[in-house]
């Protein structure tokens, strides 16, 4: 499971090689009586049910080892058929690692019916974290008996002639420490010396990765991604994570044993909108200037956002260009928000030769503030200006704009999300992240938006992460532009934004869906539109706003709609 099985496929993808998959779990058939349970609640009143039906003790420490159970299972089961789908060849084996003798026993059968065994990938752990004074010793033994325990069995019965690489997953609390993690740390330091020793003996090449979390599918709760994103700890994107292990078991060379993997954050972070800038300057008094050629060969994004035909920068991601200049001219910090962006004049693209603008940043009133405007590369017109403010990525703790009112007895949306970007919108596939309106009326609306990558919407940007997401931001405007619709039949196009308040920057986002809130400003006429957006995460979390865009429409604009559909 986890960030092992993300590897497994990976490697079964690229080498359709033979996998012995060990692993505690029973994948099994699951349960009629759960199958149907696909949220956790449900699947939670589904077990209380069930050991109230069997008289058995009902606890929600019990509860959650039952939930637990099943979705192990279901992951198992899942995670199988991703690779049977590979073409691979893949066996599941059921064994705890933990228990010596049954794991050597695997390996030795493992050699009678293959000959040998040419690598091996050692990724078994739990995690029970507590500070020391909490920490019981079955847990703790539990802990680290998985990672080096299984560790010191492969060491034992593996055989070093015939075998290529030994690789052992650790740990960056190994190297660095981490609190609550006494005995997990404890355990990966154990790999990374038993590496060494191994490395030294066998001429096979052991290592140990010393991984930072990884996102989404790491070994990481939502409750701990947001601790991570408050100390400035990025996650390791799962296929950027998949591609340095490659590299790993391709390039590294005998005797490099301790390796530690992790994702940037603020300096060295390779900005995507910047990544094919013809030229970037530094200045030594914090200024930066950047220029850049919007080309539809390599910005996809573009020809999903056309005005009367023409491909047209979206004000999102001029937002997003903007930003990532910001942080170049102050590596080291983390856009905390945007203030006073305006659109001065429309950027038309042309669709062969492109279009070149010079963005700039000079120091603003304070040294956590940045001005930055997009222009024509001669210093001439000017297309956009904000301000941004910058800090360091602990800083990035919230904003200051209160909670959206609440929507009682809201409307439902009058038609499919599909049929509005039919009739409604002139937005293409790209910029098409509403996935559900749950509803709207006159005070607002609530939907749920898609995240997106920079590598789904630019060529060469896999692993790029953005540091607003420009396509979540413009779904959040097409939410206004459906609101004017249906109650002025007007079409807004963005003029200006009072702020951006960034909670959690994007790439510290997981990518699970957003929960979105629209409240329209009373007292507000045709032409101009105002309204105020909250984006928050699956559990809560606030992850950013948008205070007081302001939109103009006008019923002819209706003809780009029209154009689409």
């Not at 992951?75 to 066996?91: I, P, Q, S």
């Not at 937002?319 to 983390?334: K, N, Q, S, Y």
Request: charged content about 25%.
């Amino acid at each position: 499971r986890g960030i092992t099985a993300e590897v497994a496929v990976s490697l079964a993808e690229r080498y359709r090689c033979t996998l012995l998959l060990v692993g505690r779990t029973l994948p099994g058939e699951e349960a009629q009586e759960t199958a149907g349970a696909t949220e956790l609640p449900e699947l939670r009143q589904v077990f209380i049910e069930a050991r109230r039906r069997a008289g058995e003790q009902v606890t929600p420490a019990l509860v959650e080892e039952d939930c637990r159970r099943v979705l192990r299972e279901r992951e198992v089961r899942d995670n199988l058929a991703r690779l049977e789908r590979t073409g691979a060849r893949v066996e599941y084996l059921a064994c705890d690692v933990r228990d010596a003798d049954a794991f050597a026993a695997v390996i030795d059968e493992a050699y009678e019916r293959y000959g040998r065994i040419d690598g091996v990938i050692h990724g078994a752990g739990v995690i029970e974290d507590r500070l020391i004074r909490d920490k019981q010793r079955d847990s703790l033994e539990r802990v680290i008996a998985t990672k080096a325990g299984g560790a010191r069995t492969l060491g034992e019965k593996l055989r070093p002639e015939s075998l290529r690489f030994l690789t052992f997953f650790s740990s960056v609390s190994g190297r660095f420490g981490n609190r609550g993690q006494a005995d997990y740390a404890a355990a990966s330091e154990i790999l990374n010396k038993l590496a060494q020793e191994l490395d030294r003996r066998w001429p096979a090449r052991v290592q140990s990765i010393n991984w930072g979390p990884w996102r989404k599918t790491g070994m990481v709760s939502p409750e701990v991604e947001r601790e991570f994103a408050k100390r400035g700890v990025a996650l390791i994107p799962v296929d950027v994570g998949c591609r340095l292990m490659d590299d790993e078991l391709r390039r590294a060379r005998k005797g490099e044993v301790e390796v530690v993997i992790g994702a940037a954050t603020g300096v060295g972070r390779e900005q995507p909108l910047l990544a094919r800038a013809a030229n970037v300057t530094r200045g030594d008094d914090g200024s930066a200037e950047v220029l850049r050629t919007l080309d539809l060969r390599h910005d996809r994004y573009l020809d999903d956002h056309r005005v009367d035909g023409l491909p047209v920068l979206p004000f999102a991601v001029a937002m997003e260009l903007m930003a990532e200049v910001a942080t170049t001219a102050r590596p080291g910090h983390d856009v905390t928000g945007l203030r006073d962006i305006r659109l001065l004049q429309g950027v038309t693209v042309a669709d062969e030769a492109g279009t070149a603008m010079r963005v700039a940043a000079v120091p603003g009133p304070s040294s956590s503030e940045v001005n930055v405007t997009i222009g024509e590369p001669g210093g001439g017109r000017r297309y956009y200006r904000a301000l941004v403010d910058l800090g360091t990525p602990a800083s990035a703790s919230g904003t200051t704009e209160p909670e959206p009112q609440p929507l009682p007895d809201l409307a439902p949306f009058p038609m499919e999300v599909d049929a509005a970007y039919r009739e409604l919108l002139f937005h293409g596939p790209l910029f098409q992240g509403i996935t559900a309106i749950e509803g709207m009326d006159e005070r607002g609306a609530r939907a749920v938006l898609r995240p997106s990558t920079p590598g789904g919407c630019m060529t060469q940007a896999d692993g790029l992460e953005w540091l607003l997401d420009p396509i979540l931001l413009d779904s959040a405007l097409q939410m206004q532009v459906l609101w004017a619709r249906l109650n002025w039949d007007v079409t807004l196009l963005p003029a200006e934004i009072r702020a951006h308040g960034c909670a959690v920057p994007a790439h510290m986002r997981s990518r699970d869906p957003v929960r979105h809130e629209l409240r329209i400003r009373p007292g507000i006429q045709p032409p101009l539109c105002h309204a105020d957006h909250w984006f928050y995460a699956a559990d809560g979390t606030l992850l950013a706003t948008l205070s007081d865009v302001v939109g103009v429409g006008t019923q002819a604009l209706n003809r780009l709609a029209a154009a689409n559909a």
